[in-house]
T-cell receptor, first 115, second 119 residues
Framework: EAQVTQNPRYLITVTGKKLTVTCSQN?????MSWYRQDPGLGLRQIYYSMNVEVTDKGDVPEGYKVSRKEKRNFPLILESPSPNQTSLYFC??????????????FGPGTRLTVT | AQKITQTQPGMFVQEKEAVTLDCTYDTSDQSYGLFWYKQPSSGEMIFLIY??????QNATEGRYSLNFQKARKSANLVISASQLGDSAMYFC????????????????FGTGTRLTIIP
């Protein structure tokens, strides 16, 4: 089954304790992206990756890091989480086919609470 | 300026009625794509429908159709014969620019409309 998986699904942590949210897709997609969702703001892009070892900042990258060592995995790293990073996080992937309609496949989401 | 505007924070609709969720967008690109996603209370994002800026016909997917009015920059979602399971948050989103091997495929989202279907 084609899917994007994220782990963990729920996480409560404390300020400053480094954490990693994993994202994996089994569709051989080149493009992957992280979003955060906050009430009244919709989803905003944090980082994206166009292929292995190619990553770049989205609209709200402060406080986050990513890596893309393998095509299927795109972990999101919070080196020193703060309460304002409490949010619902989504990983997404898509195939890049010029001139063809496409959709971004979203993972199930990770609800992070930083106290 | 907001790139995607959804002016209805919440809507209540009687079961079996049709419902229209509003979305207006702002872009200077000639090539762009418009999406609608459904987010039930469980939290996942479910893709519903896509409309390309050059598509001449309105997109349809089962009970979902997209009323695309390019000159007005609007992309309203129409759900026919609403069901209780349609109760959810609905997001309109846009991808700007042509799909290529070099660009960010970022989706810009609106703030969503919470739809509640009343039995």
């Amino acid at each position: 089954e084609a899917q994007v998986t994220q782990n963990p699904r729920y996480l409560i942590t404390v300020t400053g304790k480094k954490l990693t949210v994993t994202c994996s897709q089994n569709m051989n997609h080149e493009y992957m992206s992280w979003y955060r969702q906050d009430p009244g703001l919709g989803l905003r892009q944090i980082y994206y990756s166009m292929n292995v070892e190619v990553t770049d900042k989205g609209d709200v990258p402060e406080g986050y890091k990513v890596s893309r060592k393998e095509k299927r995995n795109f972990p999101l790293i919070l080196e020193s989480p703060s309460p304002n990073q409490t949010s619902l996080y989504f990983c997404a992937s898509s195939v890049r086919t010029a001139g063809h309609p496409y959709e971004q496949y979203f993972g199930p989401g990770t609800r992070l609470t930083v106290t | 300026a907001q790139k995607i505007t959804q002016t209805q924070p919440g809507m209540f609709v009687q079961e079996k009625e049709a419902v229209t969720l509003d979305c207006t967008y702002d872009t200077s690109d000639q090539s762009y794509g418009l999406f609608w996603y459904k987010q039930p209370s469980s939290g996942e994002m479910i893709f519903l429908i896509y409309q390309g800026s050059y598509d001449e016909q309105n997109a349809t997917e089962g009970r979902y159709s997209l009323n695309f009015q390019k000159a007005r920059k609007s992309a309203n979602l129409v759900i026919s014969a609403s069901q209780l399971g349609d109760s959810a948050m609905y997001f309109c989103a846009m991808r700007e620019g042509r799909i290529s091997n070099f660009g960010n495929e970022k989706l810009t989202f609106g703030t969503g409309t919470r739809l509640t279907i009343i039995p």
